[in-house]
T-cell receptor, first 115, second 109 residues
Framework: SAVISQKPSRDICQRGTSLTIQCQVD?????MFWYRQQPGQSLTLIAT?????????ESGFVIDKFPISRPNLTFSTLTVSNMSPEDSSIYLC????????????FGSGTRLTVV | EDQVTQSPEALRLQEGESSSLNCSYT??????LFWYRQDPGKGPEFLFT???AGEEKEKERLKATLTKKESFLHITAPKPEDSATYLC??????????FGAGTRLAVHP
C-alpha cells in the first residue's frame, strides 16, 4: 500500500491567516482525498482531488475556504483560508490502495489550532 | 440514507478480557466494509476489508465478521497496546466512504 508523508504535523495559527497542508505520496494515484476530524468526532470528507481537474467539494465545504492544488499524481495541498477558531481540527489526506483488500491509506494528520 | 452506527462509544477492558465491538449499518449498495485503528494524534491505520455476509478475517488478536446488517470486531485476550479508537467505515455507492463515530478502547494491565 502507498505511504503518505503529510506536513506540517501540527501548527498554531492566528485567526484570519491561512495554512497550507502538504501531502506527498510515494506512488502515483488518481484520486486524493482530504478529510477533517473535529475534536472527538470521526472523519468528514472535505473534497476529492483529481490531477488535472478542479477538486470536487462536499456539501458544506467551499473552494474559497479550502482551496486545493493537485499539480501531479503524487502531491496535493489543502489550504485552510481566513481561519477562525472553529477551523481547529485535524486535517488528513488519504489515497486508495488500488485494491479494496488494503482499504485506503491515510496521512498522519495535521493538528491545527487557531487562536 | 447510508448510515453507520458503532457501539459502545467507549469500552474499558482488563488485559486478557475478551470483548466485541459492534458496527451496525444501512447502505444501498455495499462495496466494502473497513475496520481501522486510530491512535491519538495519528491517521487511521487499515486493519480489514470485508465484502460479503459471512466473511471473516483475522489478524493477531483481532477478528472481524460481517452480516447483512452488522459487523463485529472481536478482540481476544487484549493487551494494553490494543488501546485505540476503532473505526468502522462503509464504502457505498460511488465509492463514497461513510465513517462511524468510533469505539474508544482502553485496555488496562
Amino acid at each position: 500500500s502507498a505511504v503518505i508523508s503529510q506536513k506540517p504535523s501540527r501548527d498554531i495559527c492566528q485567526r484570519g491567516t491561512s495554512l497550507t497542508i502538504q501531502c506527498q505520496v510515494d506512488s502515483q494515484v488518481t484520486m486524493m482525498f482530504w478529510y477533517r476530524q473535529q475534536p472527538g468526532q470521526s472523519l468528514t470528507l472535505i473534497a476529492t482531488a483529481n490531477q488535472g481537474s478542479e477538486a470536487t467539494y462536499e456539501s458544506g465545504f467551499v473552494i474559497d475556504k479550502f482551496p486545493i492544488s493537485r499539480p501531479n499524481l503524487t502531491f496535493s495541498t489543502l489550504t485552510v483560508s481566513n481561519m477562525s477558531p472553529e477551523d481547529s481540527s485535524i486535517y488528513l489526506c488519504s489515497v486508495g490502495s488500488g485494491s479494496g483488500d488494503y482499504g485506503y491509506t491515510f496521512g498522519s494528520g495535521t493538528r491545527l489550532t487557531v487562536v | 440514507e447510508d448510515q453507520v452506527t458503532q457501539s459502545p462509544e467507549a469500552l474499558r477492558l482488563q488485559e486478557g478480557e475478551s470483548s466485541s465491538l459492534n458496527c451496525s449499518y444501512t447502505v444501498s449498495g455495499l462495496r466494502g466494509l473497513f475496520w481501522y485503528r486510530q491512535d491519538p494524534g495519528k491517521g487511521p491505520e487499515f486493519l480489514f476489508t470485508l465484502y460479503s455476509a459471512g466473511e471473516e478475517k483475522e489478524k493477531e488478536r483481532l477478528k472481524a465478521t460481517l452480516t447483512k446488517k452488522e459487523s463485529f470486531l472481536h478482540i481476544t485476550a487484549p493487551k494494553p497496546e490494543d488501546s485505540a479508537t476503532y473505526l468502522c467505515v462503509l464504502q457505498g455507492g460511488y465509492n463514497k466512504l461513510i465513517f462511524g463515530a468510533g469505539t474508544r478502547l482502553a485496555v488496562h494491565p
